[in-house]
């Protein structure tokens, strides 16, 4: 109400026409120097930040991809022990992409009646991450072990590399 009372109002709120007129004419902006002050401070902070992201970013898509594999590996394992079947993961020549399959006659091949899906680190906001396979592919059965062994997949790009581990007892973890 203090500020009302400056332009005239009386008891109630009630601002005369005079009033509204001082109010409305009473507005204040910015002038050209206190906005190209803040657009240079901006600018300054953006300098600064931009270059220490994109520093960032490489080893920031490592992690991700790191964790994306281990995602779908332990997936694929509490789907084997769910529905007491074998649940396979072959990660393809393509070095970015793998498939997870749901192996159902145990032949250790995608034949057409099984369920799949295939994985694209590159398609997946990862584009410059790689991966590399020593072991066989992971094959979990239902009691959520493994029949393949241990099994390493290295992915690396520009900021270093990250190894996804399955263990034969099905653990699966990043190092």
Excluded: H
């Amino acid at each position: 109400m203090g500020i009302l009372r400056k332009f005239g109002a009386r008891s109630g709120g009630f601002v005369p026409k005079q009033g509204w007129r001082a109010i409305f004419y009473d507005c204040r902006g910015f002038t050209l120097g206190e906005m190209m002050a803040a657009v240079a401070v901006f600018a300054i902070l953006g300098a600064v930040a931009i270059p220490s992201y994109l520093a960032v970013q490489p080893a920031m898509e490592l992690n991700g991809a790191a964790r994306e594999v281990l995602v779908k590996l332990m997936w694929a394992r509490s789907k084997a022990v769910e529905q007491n079947t074998i649940y396979q993961v072959d990660f393809l020549a393509s070095n970015y992409q793998f498939q997870v399959f749901n192996d159902a006659n145990g032949n250790g091949s995608l034949d057409a009646d099984e369920w799949n899906e295939t994985y694209d680190l590159q398609a997946l906001e990862y584009p410059s991450v790689t991966f590399s396979k020593t072991g066989n592919n992971p094959v979990f059965i239902g009691r959520g072990t493994t029949t393949s062994g241990t099994t390493t997949i290295t992915l690396s790009n520009a900021s270093g590399s990250k190894t996804v581990e399955v263990t034969p007892t099905g653990n699966v973890k990043i190092n």
